[in-house]
């Protein structure tokens, strides 16, 4: 091959790298705001106020929980992921779980790169967790199907949702449109369980586009209720 055509196929692959990461980085908003509701058979258990914010490729996102009914058992909740996104998604470098009414039971999880590790801090004492590729937390996992193939079927992520990191397992099981305050949707619904974990078996439609976003959440608590969270609000879908 003549010195001319590899550098002709060298400066393709470098456009169109760069092509694709525009493309990419399209696919993700630089902010938004949502807002679900929480229920337990109809009734009303609170809201879950979500905001997401990215500078220079750095990110951050907030989930503020409103508890009400039964839910005050476990108190209002601030969740807050600091890190970076790329065309990869996102690598999380500091996670915190506020808990407004048991202060003591906040957790901090430190994403350490260099020393691949995840250090986390509750009650007091810090233990190291390896680093694993591709290592979320509770919120940034649930936008990461934005970086993933849309022909997936099934997903492993790697979680720190509380004060453990643990094998988050979805399984594909359908497509079908839901109705929502912005008209009907499709959406991919996912089949999922929290490996070592008992009863864990929750399920995600996940919006297939413009955005991948979390529509709908159906998930047992620890206190043995079964809630439904349901996207109410977003700035990134238009009011039909």
Do not use: C
């Amino acid at each position: 091959m003549n010195l001319s055509l590899k550098l002709f196929r060298y400066l393709w692959v470098v456009i169109f790298s760069l092509y694709s990461f525009s493309v990419e980085a399209k696919l993700f908003p630089k902010n938004f705001h949502s807002e679900y509701q929480l229920l337990q058979k109809s009734n009303n258990l609170g809201r879950v106020f979500v905001d997401f914010n990215q500078k220079n490729n750095q990110y951050e996102i907030k989930a503020v929980t409103k508890a009400e009914g039964i839910l005050k058992l476990l108190g209002d909740r601030e969740v807050v992921s600091t890190g970076q996104l790329s065309i990869d998604g996102f690598s999380p470098q500091i996670f915190e779980l506020k808990n407004k009414k048991k202060p003591k039971k906040n957790i901090l999880a430190v994403f350490d790169s260099k020393d691949k590790k995840v250090k986390l801090t509750y009650k007091q004492e810090t233990k190291n967790i390896g680093l694993k590729n591709k290592h979320f937390d509770v919120l940034t996992y649930l936008y990461q199907f934005n970086f993933e193939s849309l022909s997936k079927k099934n997903y492993n992520f790697e979680v720190v949702d509380g004060k453990k990191s643990r094998i988050y397992l979805y399984n594909k099981v359908r497509r079908e449109f839901i109705k929502t305050f912005a008209g009907s949707l499709e959406a991919d619904v996912y089949e999922g369980e929290i490996k070592g974990k008992s009863n864990s078996t929750h399920y995600l439609w996940i919006l297939r586009k413009p955005y991948r976003i979390p529509l709908k959440i159906e998930i047992k608590t620890d206190i043995g209720v079964d809630i439904e969270q349901i996207l109410v609000k977003t700035n990134l879908l238009p009011i039909k």
